[in-house]
């Protein structure tokens, strides 16, 4: 018998409350600034304490030293090209658990085609396909669905997503995702039940 699951959503038995959802995309939010925000509280001397020790996970032990090596130079000032990686990879996050929880949630109550009529909903939904799938930042495939009602392009704000661009890596800086985030947010709050 393997173990059990640790951190599982409980079963549920009826849709999440708009109250729920909010409180998850504010999750979805912390988690990313705190992400952002904590490797910038620790002191150099701190880091250089911490490439000495080994950080443990349940049964697994893994040794700091080579993070601290990758994420920062000799006098531990952060290595701003693992600093945006790191940065990268908490906003696929938060931009695809955002879309994804917005997603559930309008299925479950169904209020789907609300969502489906923002003028921004496909850019997101684009966005959480590029995010989602393999190496995460290539825009791979345009969809189906929109090839079929020959819509070749998406805009959210300022930003487009068309059908050139495919297999070219799409870029997203930190504020493009927090700015989606709060349309996001501001959208459940304003026009869901």
């Not at 393997?2 to 409980?10: E, F, M």
């Not at 910038?40 to 020790?53: C, D, M």
């Not at 495919?166 to 995702?177: A, E, I, S, T, W």
Request: hydrophobic share 40%; with cysteine; glycine share 6%.
């Amino acid at each position: 018998m393997g173990r059990p699951v640790v951190n599982a959503l409980p079963s549920r038995t009826k849709p999440l409350t708009k109250d729920e959802l909010l409180n998850g995309l504010n999750i979805v939010l912390n988690n990313f600034l705190y992400g952002c925000i904590c490797p910038e509280l620790v002191s150099p001397e701190a880091w250089g304490k911490a490439s000495q020790r080994t950080a443990v996970f349940g049964d697994v032990g893994i040794k700091l030293g080579p993070l601290v090596r990758r994420a920062r130079s000799a006098d531990y000032a952060a290595d701003e090209g693992f600093k945006r990686n790191y940065q990268n990879s908490l906003l696929r996050t938060m931009m695809r658990d955002a879309h994804e929880l917005i997603l559930l949630y309008c299925r479950e109550t169904r209020q789907f085609p609300t969502y489906r009529a923002q003028p921004w909903f496909q850019f997101a939904r684009l966005l959480r396909n590029v995010m989602s799938h393999e190496e995460g930042g290539t825009l791979r495939k345009w969809p189906a669905d929109l090839l079929r009602e020959g819509i070749t392009s998406v805009t959210w704000r300022e930003r487009r997503l068309d059908t050139t661009m495919l297999d070219q890596r799409l870029v997203l800086y930190p504020p493009d995702g927090l700015e989606l985030l709060k349309d996001q947010i501001d959208f459940v709050t304003e026009k869901l039940s």
